[in-house]
């Protein structure tokens, strides 16, 4: 599990009842709890990312809410070290004898690459079926990606839609002075929650969403590039030093100071 996330949830919540309870204690909290305020904020702003996307879309939008747990079990490091392990082979035993080592490999993206090579297969080609399976691969992250985005694009607006209905409603109690303050109050929570919505919830799943989606893709334009470095048949140290630019410098270190390409 990614305690990052997990943490970063509890703490807002912590935060937040810390705000209402420092001052007044924890019977403030009663305060901030009313039922039709938050019927119109959730459910409206759920009502509206439904009509934005099909259902099977918003489904697996909400779905998604399980991944930013997740902890990939590769990365770009692993990746990198399996694609020279991969060249190595190649160079000492030729191409076809990547066929076997393919069927270690659980990563179906590598695996599918490796028997396109193993193939024959034209190398132009080869980039383009790999770079059509990112395409769609990034699309479909996108789309559970844009249902989190609309929610935070909507969780507020429709906590705005509940603070002017309950205005409306206070205006007409005008003349009753002891119902203004507590009509007020329930008017202002629909935007509370609104902001809730966006800045504690769907803000930071699509940012940690994008930050899975951007981490998987370079995984895989490593896979695409290392592929094809094996396929030209380059030395396994080029293609680690080309491969290592997709890093950052602190991890290309700690690679150096691993097992590197042999000759």
Not at 102 to 125: Q, S, Y
Not at 158 to 171: A, S
Request: aromatic letters at 6%.
């Amino acid at each position: 599990m990614d305690i990052a996330s997990l943490v970063g949830f509890i703490l807002g919540v912590v935060m937040a009842i810390f705000g209402i309870v420092v001052n007044d204690g924890f019977g403030a909290l009663m305060n901030f709890g009313d039922f039709p305020s938050v019927l119109i904020t959730i459910g409206g702003s759920v009502s509206g990312v439904l009509a934005s996307n099909t259902i099977a879309d918003f489904v697996s939008g909400l779905k998604g809410f399980t991944l930013i747990f997740k902890v990939t079990k590769s990365n770009p490091e692993d990746v990198i070290r399996n694609i020279i392990n991969l060249s190595n082979t190649a160079r000492k035993e030729g191409l076809l004898a990547l066929e076997e080592a393919a069927n270690e490999i659980e990563d179906e993206f590598l695996k599918k690459g490796i028997m396109l090579v193993v193939d024959g297969t034209d190398p132009e080609l080869v980039r383009g079926i790999l770079e059509t399976d990112l395409v769609c691969l990034e699309t479909r992250h996108k789309k559970v990606i844009g249902v989190w985005e609309k929610w935070a694009e909507l969780g507020p607006a429709w906590g705005m839609i509940g603070t002017l209905i309950g205005l409306v409603n206070m205006l007409k109690k005008l003349d009753d002075p002891s119902a203004i303050g507590p009509a007020m109050a329930v008017a202002l929570l629909t935007t509370l929650y609104g902001s809730l919505i966006a800045n504690w919830l769907c803000n930071p799943v699509a940012t940690k969403l994008k930050v899975n989606n951007d981490i998987e893709m370079m995984m895989k334009e490593v896979t695409v590039e290392g592929l094809l470095s094996i396929q030209a048949g380059e030395n396994p140290r080029v293609i680690e030093e080309k491969l290592k630019s997709f890093l950052s410098p602190k991890a290309r270190q700690s690679m150096s100071e691993g097992a590197g390409g042999e000759e």
